[in-house]
């Protein structure tokens, strides 16, 4: 009787296999199974930073265009930071800052530090590229923009994310932006004002995501009307083709994932490479 076995030698062809091979066949063991619901959910990330990176170019738009004064931009962004900051707070009672040790002094003063050093440095970022020609700044910025967006961690584990790559990406596209403003001031306020939204507003998205799911659904549509509403005050076809990504990022590719998965077919079986479960760490003392 043919035993699957290699160290004895049988009367049998090495690629003979009997029927009793095809009995440990099972199919699709370690697939994930997605609900709807859920997934739509996990979207509202994608959703919050493609609309981060819109109101940005937004803000950077009325800016140049003098629709929209630096000092304006700038009181709304620090309003809008206090108002976060306290609901970051607020979530969960201050249990994130008791497991930190970080005081709200501290928090402070690198605030005081960074717009500090922002403002001092405003008159060199301004005239950093001038020797640049603005199609290759726009061509730039747009590349870092779609950079950050695909190496921001959205809760994957992948090799591709690197929140430090994503974030540099898009202060590096806000310094190239901001060096075609007029004056320093509104160098200034841009930088700023991308720090808020590419690096404090992602982590108020994810207290509330992780705390209250319902705030953050909440959030992410209110977002994501500013957002279209803004942009139609520039280009209604913008806004509506906006909209539309953002539809099928939220609402289509959820349904396609999920119809997808009832075609996924993967095997495993005898034929699967052995997967040492015991630990070996002692032979490596």
Known sequence: RWRKVLY??????????DQRFLEELRKNVRARRYRYGAVVFQSGAVVQQLCSVCVFALSWWHLAAGRLSPLGLFGAALASSLLGYG???????????????????????????????????S??????????STD??????????????????YGANAAIVSSTLSLNMAIF??????????????????????????????????????????????????????????LATVSSVGAVLFASLLLAISCLCPY????????KDNIHGPWDEAEIKEDLSRFLM
């Open 123 to 132: 008159p060199v970022l301004k005239t950093l590229t001038e020797s640049i």
């Open 8 to 17: 004895e030698r049988q009367p049998f062809p090495d690629n003979y296999v």
């Open 87 to 121: 609901l970051f707070d607020a979530v969960d009672g201050g249990a994130g800052r008791r497991e930190s040790g970080r005081t709200r002094w501290a928090d402070l003063k690198s605030t005081l530090v960074f717009a500090a050093f922002t403002y001092g440095f």
């Open 256 to 263: 396609c994932l999920i119809r997808l998965q009832l075609l």
């Open 173 to 230: 596209a806000s310094v190239c932006l901001a060096s075609r403003l007029p004056r320093s001031l509104h160098t200034f306020v841009v930088v700023t004002f991308a720090m808020q939204i590419f690096a404090l507003w992602p982590m108020l998205q994810k207290k509330l995501k992780a705390r209250t799911p319902r705030c953050y659904v909440g959030v992410t549509v209110l977002f994501a009307l500013a957002a279209l509403a803004g």
């Open 136 to 153: 290759t700044i726009y061509a730039m910025s747009a590349l870092m923009l779609l950079g950050h967006l695909i190496f921001f961690d």
